[in-house]
């Protein structure tokens, strides 16, 4: 967990004032709407159908309980009751007013929290993995370098109206938990052949309208020459991004109309005259930001102690601590995901009711550390495995234990229609359905795992395009429409789905699911095949024909 | 429901009303035939031809201080003259999400 | 038109001369890009300052050769959301060590001051009254700054850095004594 020193919080504190300070202009007319727009946005203060949205930054998607109560506590206060947690490790409120946001905003900075740049056309939160610092399979622990490049981009006087967003994600393992590759930059931390630690850069991925997946524009750079390298990227991007039509915007399309080769030649050419500037990192620096993480004290334990040992007798138990809880880098210690994915209810919800709970056992299970995952749930990184038993209980008692964690009913969803002001139709309601349909565990097991992942419209925040099975929401005449892809991936194997064929009215989209799903069990080799190796192995066609074979 | 955000050209048949969000809170707003705004649909303006639709609208987006996202949507009107919305997005406006919220209000 | 420069409001002594309008035998001129280039001998035997508006989508290094002659260098932000000209601006400040007066043009908000200041402006053409009499204050809104830019201010990482380096010299000292 990152500390914040007395700068970073004076810069927040200063944010806030001026926030405060824009918002009273804006009320007073002293700024327009189009003035004040980009500022608000950049501030994570969108307009949706019924109200505001505040979008609050959960930097690389790690929290303290100390801030997961300031965000209980800012749900009563000045929402209804919940909140969001979104694709990018963030968390939204839907029933935000405006002249109550600096207020929030000032609540939400006494514990280091904001919503600086969760919006507009600059740098957006630096994700990574929700198992960062705890996984075993990891080089070295991302959100070091995750929270340098966020300071780094935090009011960068160059690069806060570039020409659309621009998000980056870290990862430090060779299994991409992140998303690189649906990233404008995706950094991949490893050791080369010589032992040396450096990154792969990857550049060019964004969903949407056209999407991409990232390309790799140089495979090493070193730790001295990463910030000066990104800075290259984005002064290009800055300067030849194409600023006339936003749907053209991003620098996926800048890196598809150059070609990879002539855009890291671009990059090179000018990275080569800053290289060696004040970007050029020492790594005292590095280590200065990492003295303020703290890590846990993590006692000797086993792996199989006596309460695990008694509580295997009980089978809901069992059943959620085999879906629901990962390997940790540490003996005698357990990841664990909080579903998020109730059956029926909205994917990703929290009530405060539940975001305080969830502090509590951060503080008595986890060395009060909190994890957001791009996929919507929460994790408690470090519980050491004698807690699971007593742990289980009160997430069951608070509907955080449902036992569907990369199941079917984990479904990613963008909020859509219902909330969102860009939304062509709904995607809760889809989802909701879906999950109710597959709510017995014994079936969603026996499918195994499954991504689904919709989105409301084009915009793709529900990441569509790369799930297992992808659903998207369009509007005919109109009416609801959804178009179905399959075979999606967001992985180090990322690939773009493949329409499955004509989009289908809502009252027929969760059926087509269902049909899907019904195509797989039939065609799958063994009953360890997963959805999206069949997908991989046998195409499009066998899914098409059952599913359009009795629609037209 | 194409985002009305992208409406450029104003062109109309059957009933139609100006709304947006009101700035300080967010609260859906209709505009009012007396150069007003109201929280209820029941007092919107009411335009049934792209030039009256067009006049409202212009008028509505002069309140840059009062109002936020001001455009055209259309109603339907019962036979005993109720005003409804008239798509999903315009209902979901104005009865709020098509599914219970977490926290009961 | 507002301008502030020296962080106060003050008279603009560059006068824009159109392009079709003769280039006047002295005082200050302002003349678009094409227009330098094309008579930039002509223009800088004056003797008198030359100024150029330079384009956001023209590259700027196509000033270097000229840049120890021009008094003013002025960019162009058409809407304030294009970014465009801050990274000409550094550029032109932390490559190119330009040393004459750099101007913001176009759409020049308040909210932007801060940024525009550290990419290297010195001198802003305002779009409203109030923002160019606000202008002192905008710069005070911030007192941290995290990313290195010829702007001479300290970041975050060096302020660190230096504390870093005053605790070590202090524990010598103590251990020395």
């Known amino acids: ?552 | 429901m194409t985002s009305p955000l992208e409406q450029k050209k104003i062109k109309i048949t059957g009933p139609h009303v100006v709304t947006a969000n009101r700035t300080g809170d967010g609260a859906v707003i209709w505009r009012t035939a007396n150069k007003g705004w109201s929280v209820d649909l029941a007092d919107a303006a009411i335009v049934r031809n792209s030039d009256a639709a067009k006049a409202l609208w212009n008028e509505a987006i002069a309140d840059d201080v009062g109002a936020v996202g001001s455009y055209v949507a259309p109603v339907v009107i019962d036979a005993d003259g109720t005003v409804k919305p008239g798509n999903l997005r315009e209902r979901i406006r104005v009865s709020g999400t098509t599914f219970e919220l977490p926290v009961a209000v | 038109m507002p301008l502030v420069s020296n962080g106060q409001l003050n008279a603009d002594r560059f006068v824009r001369v159109a392009d079709d309008a003769p280039i006047p035998a002295d005082g200050a001129v302002l003349v678009t890009a094409q227009r330098f280039l094309d008579h930039a001998a002509e223009l800088l035997a004056r003797g008198a300052e030359v100024g150029v508006i330079w384009p956001n989508n023209r590259d700027i290094g196509e000033l270097a050769p000229y840049l120890g002659k021009l008094a003013v260098v002025a960019l162009v932000f058409p809407a304030f959301k294009d970014g465009r000209a801050y990274s000409q601006a550094r550029i032109l400040r932390e490559r190119l060590k330009f040393r004459g007066e750099l101007r913001a043009t176009g759409q020049v908000l308040r909210d932007q001051f801060l940024f525009m200041q550290r990419a290297g402006f010195d001198t802003f053409e305002v779009k409203k009254d109030a923002d160019a009499k606000a202008f002192a204050d905008s710069l005070k809104r911030y007192s941290v700054f995290y990313q290195p830019t010829g702007d001479g201010r300290v970041t975050a990482f060096r302020q660190r850095l230096a504390r870093m380096y005053d605790d070590a010299d202090l524990m010598k000292g103590a251990a020395a004594s």
């Open chain 1, 1 to 552: 967990m990152y500390a914040y020193d007395e700068l970073d919080r004076t810069l927040v504190r200063e944010r806030v004032d001026e926030f405060r300070d824009q918002v009273r202009r804006r009320l007073s007319g002293e700024l327009t709407e189009d003035e004040f727009k980009s500022l608000r946005l950049m501030n994570g203060v969108y307009l949706q159908l019924h109200a505001y949205m505040l979008r609050v930054a959960i930097p690389y998607g790690t929290l303290s309980s100390q801030q997961m109560r300031m965000l209980a506590h800012v749900a009563r206060k000045y929402d209804r009751g919940y909140g969001h947690f979104t694709t990018r490790q963030n968390i939204q409120y839907h029933w935000i007013k405006l002249e109550q946001l600096p207020d929030a905003m000032a609540d939400l900075a006494s514990v280091g929290v904001h919503g600086i740049q969760t919006s507009g056309n600059c740098i957006r939160n630096i994700t990574t993995d929700q198992w960062a610092g705890v996984a075993p399979d990891e080089v070295e622990d991302p959100r070091v370098w995750a929270e340098l490049f966020r300071q780094y981009a935090t009011l960068h006087p160059e690069f806060s109206f570039l020409p659309r967003k621009f998000k980056i994600a870290v990862m430090a393992c060779e299994h991409d938990r992140a998303a690189l590759r649906i990233h404008d930059i995706g950094v991949r931390i490893y050791r080369n052949g010589a032992g040396e630690s450096g990154f792969e850069v990857m550049v060019g991925g964004g969903l949407g309208r056209t999407p991409f997946l990232a390309k790799t524009i140089k495979p090493f750079v070193s730790r001295r020459d990463i910030l000066s390298y990104i800075e290259a990227i984005l002064r290009v991007y800055n300067q030849y991004g194409r600023r006339d039509n936003i749907y053209k915007a991003r620098i996926k399309i800048l890196v598809h109309e150059l070609g990879i080769e002539k855009f890291a030649q671009e990059v090179e050419d000018e990275w080569l005259e800053m290289k060696d500037g004040p970007l050029a990192i020492d790594e005292a620096i590095v280590n200065d930001i990492r003295s303020r993480f703290t890590y846990p004290a993590y006692e000797k334990l086993v792996d199989n102690p006596p309460e695990l040992k008694a509580a295997a007798g009980d089978a809901r138990f069992e059943a959620w601590r085999r879906n629901s809880v990962f390997h940790h880098k540490v003996p005698g210690y357990a990841i664990v995901t909080l579903s998020l994915k109730e059956i029926g209810k909205t994917p990703g919800d929290a009530t405060a009711a539940q975001m305080d709970a969830i502090a509590d056992l951060a503080d008595r299970y986890s060395f009060g550390e909190i994890r957001v995952g791009h996929e919507q749930n929460l994790v408690l990184p470090s519980v050491a495995r004698r807690d699971l038993p007593a742990l289980w209980r009160a997430l069951d008692a608070a509907n955080l234990a449902t036992a569907n964690v990369n199941l079917i009913s984990d479904i990613i969803a963008c909020p859509g229609l219902d909330y969102c002001s860009l939304a062509n139709a709904r995607s809760i309601p889809i989802a909701q359905e879906i999950s109710k349909r597959f709510a017995n565990p014994e079936t969603a097991n026996l499918i195994g795992r499954l991504h689904i992942n919709i989105s409301g419209c084009i915009n793709a925040c529900g990441h569509h395009h790369v799930g297992h099975i992808g659903i998207l929401g369009v509007e005919k005449n109109g009416e609801e429409f959804y178009q179905i892809t399959i075979g999606g991936k967001a992985d180090e194997g990322a690939q773009l789905g493949a329409l499955i064929g004509p989009a289908v009215p809502y009252a027929q989209a969760v059926d087509v699911v269902e049909d899907i799903v019904e195509a797989y069990l039939d065609l799958r080799m063994r009953p360890d095949e997963l959805f999206i190796d069949t997908v991989k192995r046998l195409g499009v066609e066998p899914f098409k024909e059952r599913v359009y074979a009795t629609r037209q």
